[in-house]
């Protein structure tokens, strides 16, 4: 079974500064697809960047980029300019590429905060 | 685009009565959907997974017969808690995945309250 850690329950960071989420996962698959999901108070979940296990290159959405260290297991989120709409629950999240397998894995979510 | 709905998006109900939540995909056909649990300050969980057409797929631990779902169409999945018990309220969230952009969106959750 696939397996997903964040180790940083909680983030700060001052508006405008950058601030990295950790994240690192178990697997013996090969193929697989990694997530940083939002999650605000609203707790509507939110898709921030997708990771394809088997590209190099690593994802970027505007402010947001990842980290994707495919051998050391690693996929670390990187917000940059930090606002304060960018306070909520994060959580990485792992998809298996095998057909009928899915579902996602959620890490335990970093509660990032944003100080003005 | 690919909006997902829940209803109800809250509800409050006594011990051992049973609760529907419906998920609905409103602007594309989602042949499988997700439904997950979410415990006060806790991370996502899932519970099982809906095809369209054919029985659900539960995971380790989750009781098929209390927690019945069914995916009549490609627009809507359904959650059934049977029997509720204080211990089954908590946060529901389902998601839909689209065939197109092989993408799960979520939706809005249902708080599930058991007196």
């Known amino acids: 079974a696939q397996t997903v850690t964040q180790s940083q329950p909680e983030m700060s960071v001052q508006e405008a500064e950058t601030v990295t989420l950790s994240c690192t996962y178990d697997t013996s698959e090969s193929d697989y697809y990694l997530f940083w999901y939002k999650q605000p108070p609203s707790r509507q979940m939110i898709l921030v960047i997708r990771q394809e296990a088997y590209k190099q290159q690593n994802a970027t959405e505007n402010r947001f980029s990842v980290n994707f260290q495919k051998a050391a297991k690693s996929f670390s989120l990187k917000i940059s300019d930090s606002q304060l709409g960018d306070a909520a629950m994060y959580f990485c999240a792992y998809r298996s590429a095998r057909g009928g397998a899915d579902g996602l894995t959620f890490g335990k979510g970093t509660h990032l905060i944003i100080q003005p | 685009g690919a909006v997902v709905s829940q209803h109800p998006s809250w509800v409050i109900c006594k011990s051992g009565t049973s609760v529907k939540i419906e998920c609905r995909s409103l602007?594309?056909?989602?042949?499988?959907m997700f439904w997950y649990r979410q415990f006060p300050k806790q991370s996502l969980m899932l519970m099982a997974t809906?095809?369209?057409?054919?029985?659900?797929?539960?995971e380790q631990g989750v009781e098929k017969d209390k927690f019945l779902i069914n995916h009549a169409s490609l627009t809507l999945s359904t959650l059934t808690v049977t029997s509720a018990h204080p211990e089954d309220s908590s946060f529901y969230i389902c998601?839909?995945?689209?065939?197109?952009?092989?993408?799960?969106?979520f939706g809005p959750g249902t708080r599930l309250t058991v007196l």
């Open positions: 998601s839909a995945r689209s065939g197109y952009t092989d993408t799960q969106y």
């Open positions: 809906s095809n369209e057409g054919s029985k659900a797929t539960y």
């Open positions: 602007d594309f056909q989602a042949t499988t």
